[in-house]
């Protein structure tokens, strides 16, 4: 099936398919499944972040560093 064929059968452009096949993560979740749906796969959209090892790479670079607690000095005891 050609880019244009699937971009008309997804209700989208035909760059949004390009963007889509190229990994743009602009694209819609909604326009994903669409395309999914015509490609016959609909059914395997539960599979599509099964194992996300950039999204998990990602997500934990977000956490940042684990914090020490703070050392109590002679001053808080008293």
């Given at each position: ?31 994903l499944?669409r ?27 977000r ?16």
């Amino acid at each position: 099936m050609s880019a244009a064929e699937a971009a008309a059968r997804v209700l989208v452009s035909r760059p949004t398919i390009s963007r889509l096949e190229s990994g743009d993560l602009s694209v819609s979740l909604a326009v994903l499944a669409r395309y999914l749906d015509v490609l016959g796969l609909g059914s395997d959209l539960d599979q599509v972040g099964a194992r996300d090892e950039a999204g998990e790479v990602i997500a934990d670079s977000r956490l940042g560093r684990p914090r020490r607690p703070r050392s109590r000095g002679l001053a808080d005891e008293l």
